[in-house]
């Protein structure tokens, strides 16, 4: 008659053993995210012992279902920010910002892209899943165990009330004793708090921007004054993605791409042109290339996506639109974009937007970076710079350094580009991204070689475009992710100046810019919003 009773007692048992674990450990994984450590899992959380003292007070059981279903989607949500965030130091070196959260969609198009639709799909599908059963698990747990506590009576609740002094007096002790590691712990609390903390700092630094925007000492300035030391020059400024600081000093990347810069000089040299060059801090790291280019083309520090929105709907004057106002043809040539651009009219007021859809590329795709640079650039020299009637301005984003890094292009002969046909088996000779990704050294590697291709492009552009009223402003928009540039890396990235005419370098004699497409050391560094005043008090508008 006894055999029959045992096993529910041991199976009650044992399922509140693991709901104790469970409502012990959920609400620690933030902490844990955020520290890398799994000695931060064995802690005591306070938002365990806070809803069980909610719990015990309540006496209606709808209620307490109501209060553990709240606690879960707050465990769920705390989890949630914390992975987030934990992705954003490693891949761009910044918290995440909820404000920002419409990022999430390009950051699964840039996974999609290095590991295939489909397993990317699943990727999201499991993350989903996994967030959602963190949430049922912490609510069913904390009702489990508020039941065992109220079976027990007031052993319950004596058992309750120790736990809890034994949190508030380590908590207490910790500060004055210095303990690094206590074990009281809030980790989900902490990461929802500063979560929202950022958000309201965000919004903060939005009014700031918003002053800095209505600032413009050159808002006002007359278009025939504006930029009248380049009048009649093609100007050109081209982003080279992923370009960092890691490129020219990076063991295993380093020789190769000073390899390209150093041939590339040589070359350059002997067909006319001098180069200047210098480091720029871009205001983002590992990607959202996008919140460099408005930075350069603003002067204003466009360092995330909240930012970014406020500044795009105002009337700040960018290079572009001074540009266009000054007479030049305005042209923005961003291959990776697949959609219309509404603030390339609306706020950067080019003239034309070149883009995957209307360059008449029939080659193969090389994943994120579809669209070969050196394609992007024998097109634009055809069918933009060739005919045009009026000196072009334009902005290039050169995207196959873009990562995953893989599949990689190879240069073809400048004349048998065509319509991208004859990169057709190409892709099938480089390594797939799946497969790079799967060791650090492997995406190093790849990454520099990305750079190589995508600076040597540049450079045969340069040599196959006879243009002698040319200036063409290279630079990087970001360094690569910590996966390659390594953790605390700088935020510096390279800037060149390229052209046959003596006086565009005359105007700048004294930025002290070093001689050569590598800026050293010693090269001056500038924050990336200083750009458009210095360039445009250099090359004719007074501010």
Known sequence: MSGPQVAPVWRRRLALGGAIAVLVVLPLIPGALAT????????????????LLVLALIPWRMLRRAVATAFGVFV????????IDRGYEAALGIHFVPLDWLQL????????????????????TAAVALIVAVGIAAGWAALRVDAALRRRGDRGRTVLATVTMA???MAAVAPPLRIQDPVAAAASATSVGSALSRAVSALETRAQVARDVADDPFAAVPAPDLLTALQGKDVLFVFVESYGRVALEGDGIADGVNGVLRRGEETLRADGYATRSAWLTSPTYGGVSWLAHSTLQTGVWVDSQAVYDLVVR??????????????????????????????????????????????GYRGPSFGYARIPDQYTLKHFADQVLAPSDLPVMAELDLVSSHTPWAPLPELVPWDEVGDGSVYDDQPARSQQASEVWKDPKTIQRYYGRSVEYTLGSMLSFLENVDDPNLVVVMLGDHQPAAIVSGEGASRDVPISIIAKDPAVFDAITDWNWTAGLRPSDASPVWRMDAFRDRFFAAYGAAG
């Open 36 to 51: 890398g450590s799994v000695v931060d899992l064995v802690r005591i959380p306070v938002e365990s012992i806070v809803v």
């Open 314 to 359: 105002t009337d700040r004057l960018t290079l572009s639109a001074a540009f266009g106002r000054a007479g030049w043809r305005t042209v923005s040539d961003v291959p990776s974009n697949r959609h219309p651009w509404d603030v390339g009219t609306s706020f950067y007021h080019y003239d034309t937007l070149l883009d995957a859809t209307n360059v």
């Open 76 to 83: 769920a949500v705390a989890v949630l920010l914390a992975s």
């Open 167 to 169: 949190w508030i007096v």
């Open 105 to 124: 969609g390009d950051a699964y198009g840039v996974v999609a892209s290095a590991i295939g639709p489909g397993p990317a799909s699943a990727v999201f």
